[in-house]
């Protein structure tokens, strides 16, 4: 569905991205994870064409889509902060994102029911709460039955009862066959939720593949680990780990 | 663009400073009317508080409202719609909001004093579109300044520069270059060098409405004797034009190759 092919950013002399080739052609959940500033954010908004690309290209269903904006009708975006106009009233927010795609949302009702919004709707959102907030964020990502989603740090200042409502939602949406593609930092709901994981450090793909295979080849037996291994600049097991090894100390002899 | 255009001023219009903003202007009408009861000397003191403050707010809010909602345009840069349409939706809403405020604080008392019957009219009709014109210009140039600058500190600093040279520091500079070059013929550098300052054309505007010569100025004056009342504020009129054209202009260049 997306495919990403020598993709290059960088801001200022600030190099953010550099060369990330990456496709997502089979749907699931795919949390995309790595430190602060390793480019995660900026993957997601090359994709969405809020980042101009400096090099390499991006296709959304087979188009590149440089200059379009078309596309982004098959996406839903759940932004990383909830800040939305203070004066404006959550119903009149929903209604504005309606306006502007010009589609009537299919699972509003039922998600404003879900997590408990309506005696929120005529509230100005300058005066709801950041976990409030980022609910009628939730609501405003989800309610379009759009086949991608991408959800920037999805579980940003939930209460417990909403962000199990919350992975209940992209368990149903997994179902539907949509890919969808999460940054976090949270691992646990990583191990639970997630399909595939790409770990990215420092503008490059480290690590693309399933929970296991990344497990494995680490060697570790939680994902947290596996991790800080990867951190750690650590090689890791797998036969190409150690080819790699092996002729890192070739070359030294 | 209407779609982002509306919710912005809705937005904009039930905002606190707005009602502000519109109460200043009511109070002071409505006391200037009061104390004077001369339509025309009405019209020109207004005159002297609008150019100085309708540049002020829209410059203040312009940034204000840019920063503010950073966050949400990153929402809407995610929908289906083109970019030029969001900022521009912004922008106009934002311009709009303004002019109402002022349209409002400052009309509504002139017509219930009867201004309609009066042979003033026209005066009090140009200081609406001056004041309105004053709001689109600085709220594009705030914006277009705030869309250039990701710091916040650095932009607001900024656009209080671009006002504080516009409303004061130019007028300095014009007087020091008239009186330093006397001895030669300066009415063209002065006809040209007014029109590069919205807030001195919105002066010339209306004092050449008012027809009042003693209040002209030197650019009022040589305007009013080389262009002719007419063709004067016709040049004026487009003048203003092309000044909210080009930071539009700019916004729109900006915005297209921003990243978010």
Redesign the interface.
């Known amino acids: 569905m997306i495919t990403i092919d020598n993709l290059h950013?960088s801001?200022g002399r600030q190099p953010v991205l550099s060369g990330v080739t990456l496709s997502f052609d089979r749907p699931g959940i795919y949390a995309i994870l790595g430190p602060n500033g390793s480019g995660k954010t900026t993957l997601i908004?090359s994709i969405?064409?809020?980042?101009?690309p400096d090099k390499g290209q991006i296709l959304f269903q087979g188009k590149d889509i440089r200059g379009q904006?078309?596309?982004?009708?098959q996406?839903d975006?759940l932004?990383q902060?909830?800040?939305?106009?203070?004066?404006?009233r959550v119903s009149?927010l929903l209604a504005?994102?309606e306006?502007?795609?010009e589609e009537k949302p299919q699972a509003m009702g039922r998600l404003i029911e879900l997590f408990g919004l309506q005696p929120y709707l005529d509230k100005?959102l300058g005066n709801l709460s950041g976990g409030t907030r980022q609910k009628v964020n939730l609501v405003?990502a989800f309610m379009y039955d759009s086949p991608v989603i991408?959800l920037d740090e999805p579980t940003n200042g939930l209460d417990p009862v909403a962000l199990i409502r919350l992975k209940g939602l992209l368990h149903e949406e997994k179902e539907k066959g949509k890919l969808l593609l999460a940054t976090t930092h949270i691992m646990n709901f990583v191990e639970e939720m997630a399909d595939e994981v790409v770990f990215l450090l420092e503008g490059h793909i480290h690590f693309k593949g399933s929970l296991d295979s990344l497990k494995r080849q680490y060697n570790e037996t939680s994902l947290e680990r596996a991790i800080a291994r990867i951190l750690q600049g650590e090689p890791g097991f797998s036969a190409n780990g150690h080819i790699k090894q092996a002729v890192r100390l070739a070359v030294r002899r | 663009m209407l779609?982002?255009l509306k919710?912005?001023f809705?937005?904009?219009m039930?905002?606190r400073w707005a009602y502000i903003y519109t109460a200043f202007f009511l109070l002071l009408t409505v006391s200037l009317l009061w104390l004077s009861g001369d339509i025309a000397k009405v019209v020109a003191s207004l005159m002297n508080v609008i150019l100085v403050l309708a540049p002020l707010i829209a410059t203040m809010f312009g940034v204000m409202y840019y920063y503010?909602?950073?966050?949400?345009t990153?929402?809407?840069?995610?929908?289906?719609?083109?970019?030029r349409h969001i900022f521009f939706g912004q922008y106009l809403g934002l311009a709009l909001s303004l002019s109402l405020s002022l349209l409002l604080g400052v009309g509504l008392p002139f017509v219930v004093y009867g201004v309609w019957g009066s042979a003033e009219v026209w005066d009090f009709m140009m200081l609406l579109v001056v004041g309105v014109f004053l709001s689109f210009i600085f709220s594009a140039l705030s914006f277009f300044i705030a869309l250039r600058n990701e710091n916040r500190i650095k932009g607001f600093g900024l656009a209080i520069l671009v006002w504080l040279f516009f409303a004061v520091i130019y007028d300095g500079l014009f007087l020091l270059a008239l009186s330093l070059f006397s001895d030669y013929p300066l009415e063209n550098f002065a006809i040209g060098a007014s029109l590069f300052n919205p807030i001195d054309l919105s002066r010339v505007l209306i004092l050449l409405k008012l027809d009042i010569s003693a209040l002209m100025g030197y650019t009022g004056a040589v305007i009013q004797k080389f262009l002719g009342t007419a063709l004067g504020m016709a040049v004026s009129m487009a003048a203003l034009s092309v000044w909210v054209l080009l930071p539009a202009w700019g916004i729109q260049h900006v915005a297209k190759?921003k990243?978010?």
């Open positions: 950013k801001f908004k969405l064409g809020m980042a101009i904006w078309h596309y982004r009708r996406i975006y932004p902060i909830a800040r939305f106009p203070d004066n404006l009149e504005m994102i306006d502007i795609r100005r405003q991408i | 779609k982002i919710y912005s809705f937005d904009l039930r905002s503010n909602s950073r966050e949400f990153e929402l809407l840069l995610s929908q289906p719609i083109r970019r190759h990243d978010f």
